[in-house]
């Protein structure tokens, strides 16, 4: 199984597409539904990638895609 990738989608049908499709691919999928549960999903810092719908419900997925940046450059300069 490949690293862990996060979703964050409000539409169930695209989500589950798209899930499936990277689950058929070897990845790990995080779906979540708002930008609350995507911040969970990222928390531990396992998540590799992210597919965001920037029109969805909580407070801003700019706001998702700034912690994952943080997250990632954090891990990287762990590992450097």
């Not at 999928?29 to 708002?34: E, I, L, N, Q």
């Not at 597919?51 to 419900?57: A, G, I, N, T």
Request: proline share 1%.
């Amino acid at each position: 199984m490949h690293d862990k990738i996060l979703v964050l989608e409000d539409d169930a049908d695209f989500a589950a597409l798209l899930s499936e499709v990277l689950s058929m691919a070897g990845y790990n999928v995080c779906w979540a539904r708002s930008t609350p549960e995507a911040m969970g999903c990222i928390k531990d810092g396992c998540v590799a990638a992210a597919v965001l719908d920037w029109r969805v419900l909580g407070d801003s997925a700019e706001d998702v895609a700034d912690r994952f940046s943080l997250i990632s450059s954090d891990a990287a300069q762990r590992a450097g």
